[in-house]
C-alpha cells in the first residue's frame, strides 16, 4: 500500500502498546468499527509515510482492537510504533480483506507474528475444533502460549527452531509437517507467515496428500 | 556488478532521473545543463564509465568519479532456446540474482524484465514465487535490463512479467517507467510497455494515475474461493475489487488493459469459468491472454490441453470477449511465463 491519500482512515488513541518480547509488541486501541476476524488495518503514523498491513488480533467484540507487530530493525514504520504511548494517536484504516472464511475444525498454521489473524478468529468464537500449529524461532515468541495452551489444550501445537529441550516440536512448521502423524489431508489447512513459510509449508502439505483446495494462505505483504 | 575498479560505495549514477540528476548537478556546483548531458549519456549512448561522457569538463567528469559510478551491470549468464529466446542473469548484489528474458517474435521483439528479486506473492503456479521474497530492484537495475544485453537496439516491447510483483515495488517501477519513456532518457512509447499486476490495488490505482503504460491484470480465475487457493493476495485484494477500480479509469483510447489467464486443467476451463468471466469483464475494453501451464516442480496442477484452450477461446470470444493464446517461449531453458527463478 503506498499512500494514504486514496483510502479512509480515521485517527486512534492508543490505550496500550505492551512489549510482550523481544521486538514483539502488541498495541491496543478501542474498537470504534465492526470487522470481520481474519481481517487487516492499514496503520500509520504520518500522513507522509507509507501505510503498512496489520492482521488484526482481537476477537469481533472485544472492546480494544489489538495489533501484534514486530520491530524492524532499519523499518520505515515499526520503530515509531514501538514507541507509541498511551494517549498517543496513530493513523487506521477501515478493515477489509477476506480472509475470513475459515470453518470451524480447521488446522491454523502460523509463524511468528502469522498468528494474530487466527488468534481473532479463536476469540471470535469461530473456530470451534481447530487446531493451532505455531511456529517461532525462540520460545518467547510463542505469543499468546497461556490463552492457546488453555483454549485448545492438545490442539495447541508449537514448533521451535533454535531451542530444543520443551514440551514442542525442535525444528521448523515445515519439518513439523512433514512428520505430523495427525494430518488430516480432508481438513482445511490456513497458513500465515512470510512468503517462504507460507510457500514451503504449502510445498509439504501437498506432498501428504493435502489437496491444494483446502489451503489457503494470507502472506505478509 | 560494478565496473571493474569502482567498489560499490561509489552511487549508481544509471536510474537517476532528471531531476534527481539536476539535484545532483547543483549539489556539485555544475552547471545546470549539466544533468541533460549526463542523462543522454546514461540512456541514450553505449557508454559505461563516466570517464567516457566527453561532453563534460574533464574536472567535472573526475569529480563526478570520486562519489558516483556508471551504474550499470553486465548479465553474468546466458541462456539460448531453440526459438531463438534468450535469458539473462544479471546479479543484484549480495549474491543475489535476476532473470530477464529476451524474446524475438518476426517483426518484434519482446523484453520480460524483473521488478524484484524473487517475489512475496506465492502464487501457487510460480516457481518465482518458490524462491521467497529477497528484495526490491532499484530503477537502476531493472532499466539495467534493457540496456546490458546485446539486442538493446533491437527490443520493440518492454513487458514487466519476470520475477517479482511490480506494484510491490511502485516507487522504483514507476522511476524506472519515467526513465523509459521521457524525452530526456529513452524516450520510448509508453504504448510499448507493458506492467502486469496480481492486483494490488493502491499500487495499480497510482500507476494508472501517474503512467501511460499498458497494464496486465493475472487473473487466472474469476471464483473467490478458487483465486483464494492459487493466489493468496485473493485474501487481501479480491479479484472483483481489481476489475471494479479499472472500470474507474479510461481504457476507450490507446492504453490498454489485458487479463492473465493461465490454463489449469479442470480448474479454471470450464463453461462456468467462460460465463463468470464474460459477466465480469462485460463492456469492459480489454482482451483476456490464455497462457498454458509450464508445470514447476511438486505441482499439483495440470495444464489444460491445447485443443480445449482454442475451445475456451473460441467461448469466450462468443460472448464478445476478445480473447488470445500466447505463445510459450523459451521452454526448453526455463524461460517461458511462470518458470523464472534464481533459487539455486
Known sequence: MKSWADISWTRAVVSENLKIAESAYLLKFPRTFDFQAGQVVALGTDPDLAPRLYSIASGEQDPFVDILFTEKSGGSLTPMLSRLKPGDSLMVSKPFGTFTKIQPGSVLVAAGTGLAPFMSVLKSGKARGATVIHGASYPEFFYFDEYLEETLKEKYLRCCSRVAGGDWFHGRVTAFIEQWKGLDPGRKHYLCGSAEMVVQTRDRLISRGVPFKNIDAEIFF | MPETGKPNVLKPLFGMTLEELSALVKEEGLPGFTARQIADWLYRKEIREISEMTNLPVRAREMLSEK??????????????????RK???????????????????????????????????????????QGFQGNLTAGEIVNQLCSIPEWHQVTNIVYMGMGEPFDNLEQVLKSLEILTAPWGMAMSPRRITVS????????????EKSQCHLAVSLHTPFDAERRNLMPVQNVYPVQEVVDEIRRHDFSGQRRVSFEYIMFDGLNDTPDHVKELARMLHGLPCRVNLIRFHPIPGTP??????????????????????????????????AACGLLSTMN
Open chain 2, 197 to 208: 499486476t496480481i492486483g494490488i490495488i493502491p499500487g495499480m490505482r497510482e500507476f494508472l
Open chain 2, 68 to 85: 558516483y559510478r556508471f551504474g550499470t551491470s553486465e548479465p553474468v549468464k546466458v541462456s539460448a532456446s531453440a526459438d531463438g529466446t
Open chain 2, 88 to 130: 539473462y542473469l544479471f546479479g543484484a548484489g549480495n549474491m543475489k540474482f535476476i532473470e530477464t528474458a529476451y524474446i524475438p517474435d518476426r517483426d518484434r521483439a519482446t523484453l520480460c524484465v524483473s521488478s524484484q528479486v524473487g517475489c512475496k506473492m506465492g502464487c501457487l503456479f510460480c516457481m518465482t514465487g518458490k
Open chain 2, 301 to 334: 496442477l495440470t495444464g489444460t490441453p491445447d485443443q480445449r484452450i482454442t475451445e475456451f477461446r473460441d467461448a469466450l470470444t462468443a460472448k464478445g470477449v476478445f480473447t488470445t493464446i500466447r505463445a510459450s517461449r523459451g521452454l526448453d531453458i526455463q
